[in-house]
């Protein structure tokens, strides 16, 4: 089964960037696809970025395309989503998730990922 740990979240002023991590383990790591998702209070989870550890193969949502950026430390089996021109909407609890089978037209379906992380809160002030 694959652990996931959120780490980078806090707080922030409109503008500003911050970078998560998803450290995962417990599997074999270049055989996973890692999405990032965010729900912020009272509104469903969103899935926002994609990548695929054995191809490099990255999607992301409208809402963030151009701003926010997803890679992989494979030595450190880690994914990465730097966040950069924050704004107060981004502000939610940020989860990274994970499978090993994730087909493209679902990368940013929740219901693609068997694994969660506890999830990280960001928030953005205006």
């Known amino acids: 089964e694959v652990q996931l740990v959120e780490s980078g979240g806090g707080l922030v002023q409109a503008g500003g960037s911050l970078r998560l991590s998803c450290a995962a383990s417990g599997t074999t790591y270049k055989d996973l696809n890692i999405g990032w998702f965010r729900q912020a209070p009272g509104k469903g989870r969103e899935g926002i970025s994609y990548i695929s550890i054995s191809d490099g193969d990255t999607t992301y949502a409208d809402s963030v395309k151009g701003r926010f950026t997803i890679s992989s430390d494979n030595a450190k089996n880690t994914v990465y989503l730097q966040m950069n021109s924050l704004k107060p909407e981004d502000t939610a609890v940020y989860y990274c998730?994970?499978?090993?089978?994730?087909?493209?037209?679902?990368?940013?379906?929740?219901?693609?990922?068997?694994?969660w992380g506890q999830g990280t809160q960001v928030t953005v002030l205006s």
């Open positions: 998730a994970a499978d090993d089978l994730v087909l493209g037209d679902y990368a940013l379906a929740a219901v693609s990922y068997g694994s």
